[in-house]
């Protein structure tokens, strides 16, 4: 029996090490975006939790704030998403 390609997981392992699923995280109304929260939508997308265009269009995001996101974890990690830290990494 072969596994479908369009298959998803249902869990994947969070920036923090806890499981998370499309029920833990951040709900749709979500207008106060922290470090952590930030963190758990791009390892969402970017393990096949959801696809981008699914997380932009549950969290209204635009393609370039989701990109910003991404580029501070990659540069800086947890910490390049703080919002108090953005004049450090400049």
């Known amino acids: 029996m072969s596994e ?3 298959e998803r997981p249902r869990t ?3 920036p923090n ?11 749709p109304e979500t207008r106060r975006w922290v470090a ?4 758990e939508v791009v390892t ?8 981008f ?6 969290y209204e995001l635009t393609a370039e704030e989701f990109a910003s996101w ?5 540069r800086h990690g947890l910490g390049g998403l703080r919002v108090t830290r953005l004049q450090e990494f400049r």
């Open 4 to 6: 479908s390609v369009n």
């Open 12 to 14: 994947v392992m969070g």
């Open 17 to 27: 090490g806890a499981v998370l699923s499309l029920e833990t995280l951040p709900p």
């Open 36 to 39: 952590r929260r930030k963190a």
């Open 44 to 51: 969402a997308v970017r393990a096949g939790l959801m696809s």
């Open 53 to 58: 265009d699914e997380a932009c269009k549950r």
């Open 70 to 74: 991404e580029r501070a974890i990659d």
